[in-house]
């Protein structure tokens, strides 16, 4: 579980980047944003540069971070999630989510973190929704961002977003989802592609 330690690409994380690369071949983006976190502006650098779109900078907004795990930050994933959800009548985060949501999973782990650290359901939609914000103002009409964040940022938002879309699967590293903004609407057109 990386969550805000900054940790660079792995290799199959450099691969990762240059296979969604191949499916934004021949998009030309106007602006690039990705998290403040290495492997996310690592990522976005690898897209760019394989979409031919070198011109751009990585503008690196801090609301677009992972989910802050606290106490279990760089642990075991499915050994946390073990930890949290046993307690709770769930034998894994994938049972736990197959009745709870995304921002209930936050709550989770929040909980049962012995310090409190672990960034619970509000204080981690009001950052999210403050990246969406934030990405909304540089914006402009009939601009095409690419955006580079994370696992649980992305289902989460995605989650708020369109509720009828099953985030509770893994999202899979180097996935390609696509979000169209309006003034009114926001609407997922692709998913965890």
């Not at 672990?118 to 990246?131: P, V, Y």
């Amino acid at each position: 579980m990386q969550g805000w330690a900054d940790a660079p690409l792995t290799p199959q994380g450099i691969q990762d980047a240059h296979d969604a690369a191949k499916k934004l071949q021949g998009i030309h983006f106007t602006q690039a944003f990705s998290s403040d976190l290495t492997r996310a502006v690592d990522t976005a650098h690898f897209i760019l540069e394989d979409t031919k779109n070198t011109d751009l900078p990585v503008t690196q907004l801090t609301n677009l971070r992972e989910a802050f795990f606290g106490y279990f930050e760089g642990a075991n994933g499915p050994e946390t999630w073990d930890t949290i959800c046993r307690p709770l009548g769930y034998d894994g985060v994938d049972s736990f989510l197959e009745d709870h949501s995304f921002y209930e999973a936050r709550d989770a782990m929040h909980n049962a973190d012995p310090f409190k650290d672990a960034e619970d359901s509000q204080t981690f939609k009001k950052r999210i929704l403050a990246g969406i914000d934030q990405l909304v103002k540089n914006a402009n009409n009939g601009d095409t961002l690419l955006v580079v964040s994370h696992s649980d940022a992305m289902r989460s938002l995605i989650q708020l977003l369109d509720p009828t879309i099953d985030v509770h699967l893994p999202i899979k590293n180097g996935s390609v989802n696509i979000l169209e903004f309006t003034d009114a609407t926001a609407k997922v057109t692709t998913y965890n592609e």
